[in-house]
């Protein structure tokens, strides 16, 4: 067995996981090389959920019953586990919704209706970047579309990176908000949020940052970031799905309007007006997810537990081992920075010119689950000349068995298209 430095006890972790047992396709072992997609869940997340529902399932914040008094603190206990885990300066602050796709959408809406200084309206401008997955593209383009403001983007260079040669002509003094990716789902690459953040603050600009990728992997500590919104989502990072997280600075979300209108979200209703309940539950119209949000509490307990830089560590000295194992394979052509500095744990690739689509399915026979297509991130196919990718993306449980299982699988891919 390969052994590799800094690598986590992973044939620990990977009891707490059943589906890693599992076996498919006349009895191969499952290899889950899918983690960028969805994480799997670990025993101690599957209890919590059959413990809710099964002992304290009710509606939380209306009632004065046990039961919702129960559900109602293990909610807001989750919300106190979220703050705590992204270092935020509130628990206030942490807004939960159902995916990071509702907390971007959530950002672009309320930057749409808001008053002035925040309004985004013709005579302003939008910045995002060409390797966003569409969950930070299509929000903007719609409130693009409904304001008439201007969209503008980074773009790629040839290694994958954003190209800052023109920051200062990309982010100007019209700009109103730039949002972007910490860690691409596509090409693993990990973004200078310094440099981003600090040419935004010149121009007095907001700063929303997509951490779908980069939450579950490292840690992440949403002050030191100095964005305005962050958004990431609970099923990558061992929670269930159904649960995602908006973080935003408190000022800006008592500023703000709310998206959603509904209850729990309001002060005091008429037929003539209403008026809004304070920051997060302005913004958490209706029965909220909240088991979901008890399963994610979970989830960052588990994490919380190993330790996020261990994890980090992990990640890394697999992602450096499949960047030199798949080096060897023929044909393969990775798309995005091919060493293992300032990348994430996603690894995407071309195979000469068999398609990703075929590549996956004969993968698959052989046990072995990775994802391919655009990964909602089709700009940057565009941008490379290509129809699709296949990818490879690793967790806390995987292993370099796993790698050697992938390399040895597409050499039977090659074999198999001749």
Known sequence: MTQLPGLLDTEAIRKDFPVLDRVVHDGKKLVYLDNAATSQKPRQVLDALNEYYERYNANVHRGVHVLA???TALYEGARDKVAEFVNAPSRDEVIFTKNASESLNLVANMLGWADEPYRVDHETEIVITEMEHHSNIVPWQLLAQRTGA???WFGLTDDGRLDLSNIDEI?????????FVLVSNILGTVNPVEAIVRRAQEVGALVCVDASQAA???????QALQADFVAFTGHKMCGPTGIGVLWGRQELLEDLPPFLGGGEMIETVSMHSSTYAPAPHKFEAGTPPIAQAVGLGAAID???AIGMEKILAHEHALTQYAVERLAQVPDLRIIGPTTAEDR????SFTLGDIHPHDVGQVLDEQGIAVRVGHHCARPVCLRYGIPATTRASFYLYSTPAEIDALVDGLEH????FG
Request: a positive charge; aromatic letters at 6%.
């Open 413 to 416: 891919v090659r074999n198999f």
């Open 302 to 304: 588990y994490l919380q």
């Open 344 to 347: 994430g744990a996603a690894i």
């Open 150 to 152: 201007k969209l503008k």
């Open 216 to 222: 579950p992997h490292m840690p992440l500590d949403v």
């Open 171 to 179: 982010i100007t003094e019209k700009t109103k908000i730039v949002s």
């Open 69 to 71: 008094e129960e559900a």
